[in-house]
């Protein structure tokens, strides 16, 4: 059963923009946070973006330039990105934290390339 469903992802070229949606399933229950993680070839996966009640945390990398932003009556989270640049482009996924079960959820991921 697919439980977070991501969607944006694209190609875009350096100085562009996307934003990420995630749509978490209704049978998750008393979301904590709701993030964003992306992994590079080669790399670890790292933090974006996470976002509990109206308290946000970005990577260094991406303050200034990404936003988070959660629809908790619609279990949404969102990420709008600007001026991507190449170092952005990754496997984005999107992460949930509950409190009833304590538990992670995880995306499949989504592709965000940034190329000319």
């Known amino acids: 059963q697919v439980q977070l469903v991501e969607s944006g992802g694209d190609l875009v070229q350096p100085g562009g923009s996307l934003r990420l949606s995630c749509a978490a399933s209704?049978?998750?229950?008393?979301?904590?946070?709701m993030g964003w993680y992306r992994q590079a070839p080669g790399k670890e996966r790292e933090l974006v973006a996470t976002?509990?009640?109206?308290?946000?945390n970005y990577a260094d990398s991406v303050k200034g330039r990404f936003t988070i932003s959660r629809d908790a009556a619609k279990n949404t989270a969102d990420l709008q990105m600007d001026s991507l640049q190449p170092e952005d482009a990754a496997v984005y996924y999107c992460y949930v934290y509950s409190l009833f079960p304590r538990r992670d959820y995880w995306g499949q991921g989504t592709q965000v390339t940034v190329s000319s």
């Open positions: 209704r049978t998750i229950f008393n979301i904590k946070t």
């Open positions: 976002i509990t009640g109206t308290s946000t």
